[in-house]
């Protein structure tokens, strides 16, 4: 394999020296970009692009050509777990992701398959040697997938929800099928995410979209603890390298210290907490990757400099932060502020690495 030109998004990861902290952007290939909005087009709709490795490919890239990042991040979705077990994921457009078929019974959960990643999702690792191809070792590529408890809420609600009164119901009613449900996403995710690393991916995240929508318990038993189970399975180091994982709970900043136990390398923090006091609470246990709020981006680029700069004090000094928006960024943003964004963390970050 081609070495690495630019390795500081893996190296702050493990906490090694950087010379600038490295950025990337959740949904960094996305709708704010217009050459993203005519790949789509061309494509078709929004899985084609998935399901298609010269299209996943493509878009993968083109945050790339505008901005000098630190990571490319796979382009797929979460849910293509749930579809490969079954239950016929499509968009309908403006309206966000369905599902054919829903899981509401023990019985529907006992006849769920755990998916092959080569067989039932070799389009994604095709995706991912593709792309690992095409960047010729310029920037890192992460691997992604969801949470058990996210891809759940999904499954059982059928879609996106405000209130997971069908997942919430489940979880209280009948705990043991939802901990079926968990133990088998858990059980897929974890071949999902190795069939990613074997194919190249040399980061992974986790997204945990809805923990943080859970009880301090519950979130204990029915997100926590799979996510911990799936950090246990993974393969740890690739083609002489570390892969690291990054566990990004959504409103988890109140269970820092317990994510930060469950054996992953680095937590991504959305923008409620201080990553200053975050970086107290978890020690050197782990890294830290976040926090801006994704909104600022509609802000100035003076105003964009200011909070770039003030989440640079407060980390302080030191490796360990991967700079990023607290949750991905949203599609009526302008691609030139992303640009300022981005820029404003290179030339600011330099100091804190002397
Ligand atoms: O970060 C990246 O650039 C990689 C690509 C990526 C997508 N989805 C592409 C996408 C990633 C990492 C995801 C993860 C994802 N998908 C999550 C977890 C991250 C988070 O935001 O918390 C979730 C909850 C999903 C499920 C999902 N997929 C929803 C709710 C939607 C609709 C959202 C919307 O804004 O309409 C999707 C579709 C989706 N996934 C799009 C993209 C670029 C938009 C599809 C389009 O082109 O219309």
């Known amino acids: 394999m081609t070495a690495l030109k630019n390795d500081r998004f893996l190296r702050a990861l493990l906490k090694q020296p950087v010379d600038v902290t490295p950025v990337w952007m959740m949904r960094q290939a996305g709708r704010y970009l217009p050459e993203y909005r005519a790949s789509r087009a061309k494509a078709g709709d929004f899985m084609s692009l998935c399901k298609n490795p010269a299209f996943a490919c493509e878009v993968t890239l083109q945050p790339l050509e505008r901005y000098p990042l630190d990571a490319a991040i796979l382009f797929s ?3 293509t777990v749930p579809d490969a ?8 457009t403006g309206e966000g992701p369905r599902f054919k078929k829903t899981v509401s019974t023990l019985a529907d959960i006992e006849a769920l398959p755990i998916p092959d ?5 070799g389009y994604v690792m095709d995706a991912v040697s593709t792309i690992r191809r095409e960047l010729n070792g310029r920037v890192p590529l992460i691997g992604f997938s969801g949470s058990p408890w996210t891809l759940a809420t999904y499954m059982v609600e059928g879609g996106s929800s405000k209130d997971f009164r069908k997942s919430k119901a489940m979880l209280y009613d009948n ?9 088998k996403l858990a059980q897929s995710v974890t071949a999902y995410l190795n069939g990613q690393i074997l194919a190249g991916a040399q ?18 038993e029915f997100s926590l603890a799979y996510m911990r189970k799936i950090v246990s399975g993974l393969i740890r180091e690739h083609d002489g390298r570390k892969v690291p994982v990054i566990l990004f709970t959504k409103g988890g900043g109140l269970w820092l210290e317990s994510i930060a136990d469950a054996g992953a390398d680095a937590l991504g ?3 409620t907490c201080d990553i200053g006091e975050a970086r107290r609470r ?6 830290l990757q976040g926090n801006m709020d994704p909104t600022v981006l509609y802000a100035n680029p003076q105003a964009i400099r200011q909070e770039v700069s003030n989440i640079l004090a407060s980390y302080g000094s030191g490796t360990g932060h991967v700079f990023n928006l607290g949750h991905g960024i949203t599609p009526e943003v302008d691609p030139a502020n992303a640009g ?5 963390v290179h030339e600011m970050s330099a100091k804190y690495h002397q």
């Open 85 to 92: 077990m079954g239950l016929g994921l499509y968009f309908e």
């Open 340 to 344: 300022v964004f981005i820029e404003a």
């Open 175 to 183: 705990p043991q099928a939802m901990h079926l449900l968990l133990d």
């Open 117 to 121: 990643a080569q067989q039932d999702l």
């Open 77 to 79: 979705d979460i849910l």
């Open 203 to 220: 980061a992974v995240q986790i997204f945990d979209s809805w923990g943080g929508s859970l009880s301090a318990a519950a979130y204990q």
């Open 269 to 271: 923090l959305d923008w």
């Open 282 to 287: 978890v020690g050197s246990k782990v890294a």
